[in-house]
């Protein structure tokens, strides 16, 4: 009998090669061999297909098949095969036209009784499908997946039958429905639901508007939390390309993909609890972590100095980089994540170091050992920090202290004009500025030089630190429609590093 030949695709990270099934059917004893460096959920899909052809009242060859997934050093895992394997046994033992299945690009499990179940990484693989010229049939659960990627070349269907009945012509597949959102569902988290923490609330609108790194530290119940929260919120809506980069990471993971998240920015808020490989990714096949889940959002980490230093000295790479390359001994995946990192901690272990209660019973030993959980490298990786002191009496019960209405979203129009005004200028935002960038947009007056130098000598402070203080600086000016850094930008901008010197005593 001639080998059969049908498509599908595989996962390996976001991106979805294109995958060729052979069938060959020969004289010998009935058995089903499948080859290619498949795993064990894959080498499991000849018990799950042999039923449900059989189930679908079609007939299983009873003679040797050898099924090849090529190309054959790339690891295929999962069942999203069994579809394609199903249909080219079925064309190899002449149930159907050896050629008609070229045109298609199949991805499915199959259920015993022929039925299709959903499968991950539907997303990234219809959008490598729109460059080819096949169509690709997926199952019916997993439409709304694959037609945000506005893809026309889709058709679902709920059984192996009615894919069998559509390619021999007696049946028509429906395309897949468009159910894309064109607008972001607008938060119910304003600042306005904040009082008081004026200083807190101007460090967020510049950390927004420049998609600076921000750390909070205060007493607790000041409202670090709810701070961090309100971000996502100040940000513009992601254009059509970013939202499909995010629905892609999400279609991978462990978790389920929800349709009702399209277009709306990642809030990712591990435990303090949470491993190195869950912050970053890892486990086999690698999945992407909380870094990656967070790309285009926000990553918040409450209680900073309750994670082991081991999980946070693996963020340090991906703050700068903006991707996660997990290495394993077969292959090598990188995840995108440029995400925004919100951190909060307590001054001491008890929360109440140097307030005006004298609740705090820690020794000054023991709250050096709590802040110094905190390495100098990854400090240095956080542009803006922020005192979050408690509130003075009656802010919370005179309603002189309400915030205006308007608060929010005032904050969010000067967010994104400020946006507007930095990507003209280089195309992206301040804090993805690279050396020769910030040489050229954030030159300083002589005397503002002298100051930053000045300033550089007694915090300490690393290169690093020296070029995040002038792209916090450029914001601030960008905030107020400047062209130039002045002393004032310059020197709001060094108040937000106070804690170089506070955090690292030593």
């Known amino acids: 009998m001639p080998v059969a030949v049908t498509y599908s695709r595989a996962q390996i990270g976001i991106d979805s090669p294109l995958i060729t099934v052979e069938v060959d059917i020969s004289p010998g004893l009935p058995q089903t061999l499948i080859v290619g460096l498949p795993e064990t959920a894959v080498k499991e899909s000849k018990d799950r297909v042999k039923a449900a052809i059989t189930n679908s009242g079609f007939d299983m060859p009873s003679r040797k098949i050898i099924v090849n997934l090529a190309p054959a050093d790339l690891p295929k895992q999962g069942g999203r095969y069994d579809l394609a394997i199903a249909l080219a046994i079925l064309a190899a033992s002449d149930q159907l036209p050896i050629g008609s299945l070229l045109g298609f690009e199949l991805l499915g499990e199959l259920a015993l009784d022929g039925s299709l179940r959903s499968v991950k990484g539907v997303l990234p693989a219809s959008i490598r499908n729109k460059a080819v010229n096949r169509q690709l049939i997926i199952p019916w659960v997993d439409n709304d997946e694959a037609s945000l990627s506005n893809n026309k070349q889709i058709l679902s269907a709920m059984h192996l039958s009615d894919i069998v009945a559509h390619i021999k012509e007696q049946l028509c597949l429906l395309p897949a429905r468009k159910v894309l959102k064109t607008q972001q569902t607008k938060s119910s988290l304003q600042l306005s639901d904040i009082r008081g923490q004026y ?211 005032d904050a969010c129009t000067l967010v994104r004009r400020s946006q507007k005004m930095m990507k003209k200028r280089t195309g992206k935002l301040n804090a993805h500025l690279d050396s020769k960038e910030i040489q050229r947009y954030c030159k300083l007056s002589e005397p503002d030089q002298d100051l930053l130098d000045t300033a550089m000598y007694k915090l300490g402070l690393s290169a690093r630190g020296y070029y995040k203080i002038l792209k916090v600086a450029r914001t601030i000016a960008d905030l107020s429609e400047e062209k130039h850094i002045g002393t004032v930008h310059l020197s709001e901008a060094l108040s937000f590093r106070k804690l170089d010197r506070i955090l690292n005593p030593c």
């Open 199 to 409: 200083l807190a609330k101007r460090a967020l609108i510049i950390a927004a508007a420049g998609a600076h790194n921000l750390l909070f530290m205060g007493p607790p119940g000041t409202g670090k939390t709810m701070l961090a929260s309100r971000l996502p919120s100040l940000l513009p809506e992601m254009s059509i390309e970013e939202s499909l980069e995010v629905a892609s990471i999400q279609s991978i993971s462990k978790y389920a993909f929800e349709i009702a998240s399209w277009g709306q920015r990642p809030f990712r808020t591990p435990h303090h609890t949470a491993s190195g490989v869950a912050l970053v990714g890892g486990s086999s096949p690698p999945k992407p972590g909380e870094i990656s889940l967070a790309h285009r959002g926000v990553l918040f980490l409450d209680e900073l100095p309750e994670f082991s230093r081991q999980v946070l000295e693996v963020l340090r790479e991906p703050l700068e980089s903006g991707k996660i390359v997990i290495s394993r001994a077969s292959h090598q995946i990188t995840y995108p994540a440029q995400f925004q990192l919100v951190s909060a901690m307590n001054p001491c272990p008890c929360g109440y170091y140097a307030d005006d209660s004298n609740r705090c019973s820690c020794t000054q030993d023991r709250v050096l050992r709590y802040r110094n959980k905190i390495s100098g490298p990854l400090l240095d990786r956080i542009d803006l920090h922020v005192s979050v002191p408690a509130l003075p009496k009656g802010v919370l019960s005179d309603s002189a202290f309400s915030p205006p209405k308007s608060e929010h979203e």
